[in-house]
């Protein structure tokens, strides 16, 4: 069956030239009369100031009183025989990430949002059109409706380009995922002082700079279905072979993709499950935080939040705060002149169907607490300057998470690097990456992201 959405390819190169809604110059100065400060103050306090947020007799869980939202609960993991607990983020509900697309003088552009979240290092980012839990978006919190959430729920006016569910973070979330919505628009859209249209030159000019677009943003917008065809030839090798990912030409058939990713599900030796947060061994609780020291990679703390430009003026939430940054990077070589990105299948312990494809390396703040070996870090870590393709430090969930942030990095193989990998890595091409993010629980969280900054490398 041929679905409409498959007929829409968004070309990855702007029209030249391209005539944007708004310059660059003229976002920038939006952008620049957004003060962060004045419209969002974050601070800790101690969970004795928790307002509605209260641990739960008998379980120990962190729990808000509307019992919707979130919840901290314990988990524990095992593999290979070794067994760990930890706290982990409870969301059963499915929240709304959407994007709104409009041509203007035959330009697609993004209509995005300046956001401010608690645990950015920043404050403020660059956020889909709707980013909100269906807490917020139903009214939970009693505050002013969700702008531009009709879009997205039925019946909505519009086409739908994507729509599917979304794994996140899978250390610290439990079986978390989020509704990822791209809907095209033709009519007359209100316009919001916090919001504006931006092409996808100017998304991914603005992905080259650190802690800029948010991971929802991200997330969605790897979704998108993308072609770099009617380009001009690339000048170099690097944008020839990436050109060329991008097409039907692979190492491995899909067919061998998803046969090797299913393989890799059925072998892997890991167990875990959700308990109760008092169980959660190792770990202990202070007047302001949950811990357990600096080695497990992160801690729950309490924070106070006063905002001008949100839904709700003013509230307390819990954020996981991890103690320090992560890693994340794809390896990329040639193979026969197509570029191809080598990819891990890994499990994590809150990801619903346990394993999912993952980059080639993957380091969380919680990674040493988790154990795990990583083969092509030397390759990735600390190369040449001359391989590496991007680079940026890019927040994760500041709805959730404390100062997250992980060092994203693309990087050319060296030449000397033997085709053949390890049985739980393979090579794929950009257009695989493609076909399998149209579906739910095959990449990552971090692959989604550096799949969508693979597409800025035009």
């Known amino acids: 069956m041929t679905h409409a959405a498959d007929e829409v390819r968004f070309p990855l190169a702007a029209p030249d030239p391209e005539v944007p809604l708004e310059s660059d110059a003229e976002l920038a100065r939006w952008w620049e009369s957004r003060p962060r400060h004045r419209m969002l103050s974050v601070g800790r306090v101690g969970f004795d100031r928790g307002g509605p947020w209260s641990f739960a007799e008998g379980t120990g869980d962190l729990v808000h009183a509307s019992g919707g939202f979130f919840s901290v609960r314990g988990l524990r993991a095992s593999a290979g025989g070794t067994t760990f607990h930890q706290p982990v983020i409870d969301q059963p509900e499915i929240g709304i990430l959407g994007i709104l697309v409009k041509e203007f003088d035959g330009v697609p552009h993004f209509l995005m949002q300046a956001k401010f979240e608690p645990g950015n290092v920043n404050l403020r980012q660059i956020s889909p059109t709707v980013q909100a839990t269906r807490s917020n978006y139903t009214g939970v919190h009693g505050g002013r409706p969700t702008p531009y959430v009709e879009y997205f729920r039925a019946p909505r006016g519009g086409r739908v380009l994507v729509d599917v569910l979304q794994s996140e973070q899978g250390e610290w979330f439990w079986r978390k995922h989020n509704r990822n919505i791209i809907v095209q628009v033709d009519g007359d859209v209100p316009e919001h002082e916090d919001y504006r249209w931006f092409t996808l030159r100017q998304i991914q000019d603005a992905l080259r700079r650190d802690n800029l677009v948010n991971m929802d943003a991200r997330t969605v917008l790897s979704c998108l279905p993308v072609t770099r065809d ?59 935080e949950i811990t357990a020291g600096d080695g497990a990679g992160f801690r729950i703390i309490m924070v106070s939040v006063e905002a001008r430009i949100r839904e709700v003026s003013s509230w307390v939430q819990p954020l996981l705060a991890p103690t320090r940054n992560g890693f994340a990077a794809f390896l990329v070589r040639e193979i026969d002149g197509v570029l191809h990105v080598l990819v891990r299948a890994r499990a994590e312990p809150g990801t619903l169907d346990r394993v999912e494809i993952t980059p080639t390396v993957q380091y969380s703040a919680s990674a040493a607490a988790l154990g795990r070996p990583e083969p092509f870090a030397d390759e990735t870590v600390s190369p040449p300057a001359h391989r590496v393709r991007y680079d940026a430090l890019l927040s994760e969930e500041g709805g959730r998470f404390h100062h997250a942030q992980t060092r994203y990095r693309i990087v050319e193989a060296d030449p000397a690097l033997p085709v053949e990998a390890p049985p739980d890595f393979l090579w794929v091409t950009a257009s695989q990456l493609m076909r399998l993010v149209r579906h739910s629980h095959y990449l990552n969280i971090e692959a989604r992201t550096l799949l969508v900054c693979l597409h800025s490398l035009t």
């Open 230 to 288: 009617g380009q001009p030839e690339p000048d170099d090798r690097f944008g020839r072979a990436l050109r060329r990912s991008y097409g039907e030409e692979s190492r491995h058939t899909m067919t061998a993709v998803v046969s090797w990713f299913t393989e890799e599900k059925t072998v892997v030796d890991y167990r875990s499950q959700i308990l109760p947060l008092s169980g959660a061994e190792g770990w202990r609780r202070t007047d302001d």
